[in-house]
């Protein structure tokens, strides 16, 4: 059975970092494309960060130059580093297989002073 699974959410400050990690069960992970969406109350969700097989990378305007998604094939885990938080960064985070559209559960990430 597929799984995906985030963890690192949680409440930091302005400014803060976090970093969300994805485990990933299944044989699907080494060739398919994974991305980071987020989605806050009462909007829909977004596309955060993707990173394909190679390694290339792409950013949603609003967390470039902030965040940086990584993957490490071996351990079969997307990363996303997410720095100088906002308090419009705050939202549940989704990681998503793109291939094939497996989705985790979400994990909050909250920015507040």
């Known amino acids: 059975q597929v799984q995906l699974e985030e963890s690192g959410g949680g409440s930091v400050q302005p400014g803060g970092s976090l970093r969300l990690s994805c485990a990933a069960s299944?044989?699907?992970?080494?060739?398919?494309?994974m991305a980071w969406y987020r989605q806050a109350p009462g909007k829909q969700r977004a596309l955060v960060a993707q990173?394909?097989?190679?390694?290339?990378?792409y950013y949603g305007d609003s967390v470039k130059g902030r965040f940086t998604i990584s993957r490490d094939t071996a351990k079969n885990t997307v990363y996303l580093q997410m720095d100088s938080l906002k308090p419009e960064d705050t939202a549940v985070y989704y990681c998503?297989?793109?291939?094939?559209?497996?989705w985790g559960q979400g994990t909050q990430v909250t920015v507040s002073s």
């Open positions: 299944g044989t699907f992970f080494s060739i398919d494309s």
């Open positions: 998503f297989a793109v291939g094939s559209r497996y």
């Open positions: 990173i394909g097989i190679s390694g290339s990378t």
